[in-house]
Structure formats: C-alpha cells, structure tokens
C-alpha cells in the first residue's frame, strides 16, 4: 500500500512538473522507485530471519511475560511466536514510516508548487489547472481516507501491546478494519474520481438495458 502510494505522488509530480528528457529526474526516477522495492523486501526477509525456532521453552517465556490469558490459547496447536525481541521490528517500521510521510508530504507540496507557478507564468490554462488541482484533490482523499483504516487500529494494536492488555475483541476488530482498507479504498475512489465513477455507472445502465431489452417469445403449438 505504501509503495502504490508513492510511486501515484511520484507519477503526479512527474507529469505535473513537465520534465524534459535530458532532466536528471526523467533518468533516476525508476532506480529510485526500484530501490524502494528492493530495500523493502530486504526487511521483509531480514525480519522473517528473526522468527525464533517455535520450542516449548520460547512458548514459556513467553507466556511468562504476557497477561493471564484464556486457558485455551495455552494450549493452542495454531499458536505461534514471531518475535522474541521486538527492536528491529519497531525500528524498520518508524523508518519505513518516516521514509514514506516525508516522500509523499514532499511530492504533495512540489506538485501544488508546480501548478501555482505554472498557472501564474502562464503557462498552464485555468481549465487546466482547474482539472490538475480536482485531480489532486481527488487522490489526497483517495489516500487519506483510508489510511485511517490502517492507523487507528494499528495504534490500537500497538496500545495493547504495550500494556499488555488482552482484549481479544479489541484485536478482532482492529483487524477487521486493517482488513477493509482495499474495500474502503476501492469505495473512496469510486466516489472522488468522476472518470471512475461515470464508468461504473455507464457500466450498470449498459447491463440494465440489456436485460430491458429482452424480448419474450412465446411458442404455440399448432395444430398439424
């Protein structure tokens, strides 16, 4: 999600700034963007190495450290420990973070930049700028909206841990959530941008009046 999210800013920022191809941006923009994947799925897999071997021992000491907890859940087959130490966890995840605020923050701010200087030099008709700013407007929303499916409950995810408070109902729901962003995000860009919208409403009146269309056709039998 992340990772769609800054490589739609960069495209933005890319079309709206009307670089040229000897611009040193036009060459570095793909390496920088493959960077990011790469870098990413290196802290996937370094923080894959980290989960320790599932031994009884780890399970005790485990248990030690958490809460009472339901009877069932100590004797669960399904229960698995993923971390025994959480600081690399908490550290790739603040960079990550940081690394993405500041580069989407950056583009949001370079793109309304650009489209204020280019509408003042005139170098952009006012319907265009007009059309730019509604699309702009259109994907913070798109992005904002739901990334508070994700924040809310994983700040509620991460109060809980700290705490050390069991609230399995708490956590189900807080998944639930994290789990309808794509829902939620779907829904939120159907509604801001028209093209989308206009589409899948076309695409309903077009169903409509082909089952409308229909013609019944009854056979009688004649008589030889």
Excluded at 62 to 70: A, D, S, T, Y
Excluded at 197 to 214: E, I, P, Y
Aim: glycine content about 2%; hydrophobic content about 45%; proline content about 5%.
């Amino acid at each position: 999600m992340c990772m769609s999210t800054i490589s739609i800013f960069e495209n933005r920022f890319y079309v709206v700034s009307s670089f040229d191809k000897n611009h040193f941006w036009t060459f570095w923009r793909r390496p920088w963007l493959a960077a990011h994947y790469i870098a990413f799925g290196l802290m996937l897999y370094h923080d894959a190495q980290l989960v320790p071997e599932q031994t009884k021992e780890l399970f005790n000491e485990i248990f030690r450290e958490l809460p009472c907890l339901p009877e069932f859940i100590y004797h669960s087959p399904r229960f698995v420990a993923i971390h025994k130490d959480y600081m690399f966890a908490r550290v790739t995840i603040f960079i990550f973070m940081f690394t993405f605020t500041s580069e989407v923050s950056f583009f949001a701010v370079s793109m309304a930049r650009n489209l204020m200087k280019q509408l003042e030099s005139k170098k952009m008709a006012p319907k265009t700028y007009r059309m730019q700013r509604s699309f702009f407007n259109a994907l913070v929303i798109q992005i904002s909206l739901p990334m508070v499916f994700v924040v809310i409950p994983l700040t509620g995810v991460l109060f809980l841990r700290y705490t050390n408070i069991y609230n399995q109902a708490m956590t189900n729901c807080c998944l639930i959530a994290i789990g309808a962003h794509g829902l939620s995000s779907t829904t939120i860009m159907l509604i801001a941008h028209r093209p989308y919208r206009q589409t899948v409403l076309s695409w309903m009146k077009w169903r409509d009046g082909v089952s409308g269309s229909r013609v019944k056709v009854s056979v009688t039998p004649m008589p030889i």
